[in-house]
């Protein structure tokens, strides 16, 4: 039995990430804001392909000069600082979330009704 979390992406409403995987820029915690692609297994689990992963320091663009400060310290070298941080995040989300669309327009219907009830089954 598993003990992940099951999460409704047709609700989505934003995940924060644990402290222990910061920003790896300035320290600070991280938030998924969108969940943008993911694929449904041939069991009709699904997989986190892509998301949108942001640092929660991130300034009011209203305001030029903090926000222009803070862009320039977060694009430094993404594929050495960001793209490990963000594998890092991926692996968490699938570990600790199971992962549903009730909305199944983008989905196998029949595939994500046998799963939707196993998930049921195996949470009670
Ligand atoms: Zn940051």
């Known amino acids: 039995m598993s003990n992940k979390q099951i999460y409704d992406l047709s609700n989505f409403l934003g995940i924060d990430v644990p402290v222990n995987i910061p920003c790896p820029y300035c320290g600070s915690p991280l938030e998924i804001s969108t969940i943008d692609e993911y694929v449904t297994c041939e069991d009709g689990s699904i997989e986190i392909e892509h998301f ?16 222009n400060n803070w862009n320039r310290r977060h ?7 960001w793209l490990p941080t963000y594998e890092d995040v991926k692996r968490w989300l699938n570990d600790n979330f199971t ?11 029949k595939k ?3 799963w939707v009830e196993s998930v049921k089954g195996s949470a009670i």
Not at 52 to 67: K, R, V
Not at 75 to 81: A, L, S
Not at 99 to 109: E, G, M, Q, R, T
């Open 112 to 114: 994500l009704a046998h």
């Open 75 to 81: 694009r430094n070298m993404p594929y050495v600082y």
């Open 99 to 109: 992962f549903i669309a009730s909305d199944p327009s983008k989905n196998d219907l």
């Open 52 to 67: 949108d992963l942001e640092c929660t320091s991130e300034p009011d663009m209203d305001d030029n000069y903090a926000w």
